[in-house]
C-alpha cells in the first residue's frame, strides 16, 4: 500500500511538473507583450514595472494584427466548412454505397494523406499565376481544403462505417433519401469526429504560412502568419508589441478549442479505431 502511494505521489508531482513547464511558455508570452526590451531581457518571469497597454496598440498599426487576424479567421471558418461539407459527402458514399469505384476512389484520398505539401508550393504558385489567383482568397480556400480533404475523409469513413445499418434502412423507411440521411441522422451522430476534424483545419487554415507567403502580396490581405514577418528589418528589435501580437492571435484558437474540446478526444478515437 505504501508503495503504491509513493508510485502516485511520484506520478502526480511528474504531471505538476509537466503542466507547469507546458504553461511556462504562455506565461512568458503574456507577461513579455507588456515589457520593452530591457525587461525582456532582464527577466522573463518578473512582472513588468509599468504595463504597456500601447505594445497592443503598435502591434496592430506597425502589423495591422486586428486586420490580419480577421483576414485567417476568414479563410479558417470557410475552409473548415468547405472540408466539412465536401468531406462528409464523400465519406457518405464511400462508407455506404456499394460501387465499384468505392475502394479505388478511397485509395485515392489515402494517398492524399502522404502527399508532402511543400513539394506543391512551386505548382500550385504556377498555378495561381496561370490562372490569375495571387491575392485571392477563394484560391487559397480551395488549396488549404484539398491538403485537408484527405485526412477528413479518413476519419469521417471510418467512424460513418461503425454507425449500425439498421440507422440508415431505418431512416428509408420512413421516407429519407440519402441528403435527409446524411443531414438529419448520420451527422448528429457524427458530431464528435465532426468537432475533431474542424478544429485540426481551423488551426490549419488560420496559422499556416507558406502558401499564404506565395499566394499573397497586398498588405491588406496577410494571414497571421504571414504579418507576424511585419516586424523583421527596422522592428525585429523592438520585442514587445510582437509578443502583443501573438497574445492577439491565440485568442481565437483558444475560444474555439474550448468550445469544442469536449468532443476531441471521443472524435479521435472513434474515427481511428471504427471501421
Request: proline residues 3%.
Amino acid at each position: 500500500m505504501k508503495k503504491r502511494k509513493r508510485w502516485n505521489l511520484l506520478w502526480y508531482t511528474l504531471a505538476v511538473l509537466w503542466g507547469v513547464i507546458t504553461i511556462m511558455p504562455l506565461v512568458i508570452t503574456v507577461l513579455s507583450s507588456f515589457k520593452n526590451n530591457n525587461e525582456i531581457n532582464i527577466g522573463l518571469f518578473k512582472l513588468p514595472e509599468q504595463w504597456r497597454i500601447e505594445n497592443y496598440i503598435k502591434a496592430n498599426s506597425t502589423a495591422n494584427a486586428l486586420g490580419s487576424i480577421s483576414n485567417s479567421l476568414l479563410l479558417a471558418v470557410m475552409t473548415t466548412i468547405l472540408v466539412t461539407v465536401v468531406g462528409m459527402m464523400a465519406a457518405y458514399i464511400l462508407a455506404r454505397k456499394k460501387l465499384f469505384f468505392i475502394k479505388p476512389l478511397y485509395l485515392f484520398f489515402m494517398v492524399g494523406v502522404m502527399v508532402p505539401v511543400h513539394c506543391t508550393v512551386v505548382p500550385i504558385s504556377n498555378i495561381a499565376t496561370a490562372v490569375g489567383a495571387k491575392d485571392s482568397y477563394w484560391f487559397i480556400i480551395l488549396v488549404y481544403a484539398a491538403f485537408n480533404l484527405a485526412q477528413a475523409v479518413f476519419l469521417y469513413t471510418g467512424f460513418i462505417e461503425g454507425i449500425d445499418r439498421e440507422l440508415d434502412e431505418a431512416a428509408i423507411i420512413d421516407g429519407c433519401n440519402d441528403l435527409n440521411l446524411l443531414t438529419r441522422v448520420l451527422m448528429p451522430i457524427c458530431k464528435p469526429i465532426l468537432a475533431t476534424e474542424a478544429i485540426f483545419v481551423f488551426i490549419y487554415g488560420y496559422s499556416e504560412l507558406i502558401f499564404s507567403l506565395v499566394l499573397l502580396s497586398k498588405e491588406e490581405k496577410y494571414t497571421v502568419s504571414r504579418a507576424m514577418l511585419g516586424f523583421t528589418g527596422e522592428h525585429s528589435t523592438d520585442m514587445g508589441p510582437q509578443f502583443a501580437f501573438v497574445v492577439m492571435s491565440m485568442i481565437p484558437m483558444v475560444i474555439v478549442y474550448l468550445i469544442f474540446h469536449e468532443k476531441v478526444e471521443s472524435g479521435m478515437l472513434s474515427g481511428a479505431v471504427k471501421g
